[in-house]
């Protein structure tokens, strides 16, 4: 199991010193995350569909799997992926069903987590979105306390949004071996999991 640091800026922040990002502006990255759960039969398609975009959009794409809901509650034997901060963005959302996914936050006809039918749309124009600020990231790992440290830098290249930026940091882990109900081609016992969201470090 290979652990992953997925940066999302929701809002950018201001900084000071420069060193780990470029100060020309830079293509936008956007993010995916995707509310599904181990017992949704529909969910494979949704991660194949997500799996799709990154291919299509390398660097320019990432994806955070949120597990929630009355489906994600593991029977015997089955792991269980919930936690504190999926359970909050599915309550502070108000997510009914999965698949869904939410890009980037941005509302599509009103609504900020969409079906699967409108997520190809909402990355590319999500995409097609300037990038007011870039975004450079290092980690240090010391496996004696068990300690992550995380240096975030940005740097603005044109004006933000507006009101208060904000910047989230989550960790998401990869290669979870696990059960997941398959409509199609039937149960797996011994499905990949990836981008699975393990914490976040920012207050949420």
Not at 15 to 27: F, K, L, R
Not at 63 to 92: K, M, Y
Request: hydrophobic share 40%.
């Amino acid at each position: 199991m290979r652990p992953t640091i997925l940066l999302s800026v929701l809002l950018p922040l201001l900084t000071n010193a420069q060193g780990m990002v470029s100060q020309e502006p830079s293509n936008r990255t956007v993010l995916l995350e995707e509310y599904t759960a181990i017992n949704c039969g529909n969910c494979p398609a949704g991660h194949a569909l997500a799996e799709t975009q990154l291919q299509l959009h390398p660097g320019n794409l990432v994806a955070v799997e949120l597990h929630g809901g009355g489906l994600a509650i593991p029977n015997p034997g089955q792991q269980d992926f919930r936690n504190q901060w999926a359970t909050a963005l599915w309550s502070f959302y108000g997510v009914y069903a999965q698949p869904r996914g939410a890009i980037d936050r941005i509302p599509v006809s009103g609504n900020v987590v969409v079906s699967t039918s409108a997520w190809v749309n909402a990355i590319n124009n999500a995409l097609a979105l300037p990038s007011p600020v870039n975004i450079g990231l290092a980690t240090s790992f010391d496996p004696g306390p068990r300690t992550l440290t995380v240096d975030v830098e940005l740097f603005y290249t044109g004006d933000g949004p507006g009101g208060n930026d904000r910047i989230s940091v989550l960790l998401k882990e990869n290669q979870l071996v696990g059960y997941l109900q398959d409509y199609i081609n039937g149960a797996q016992a011994a499905y990949d999991h990836n981008n699975v969201l393990r914490g976040c470090i920012t207050d949420l």
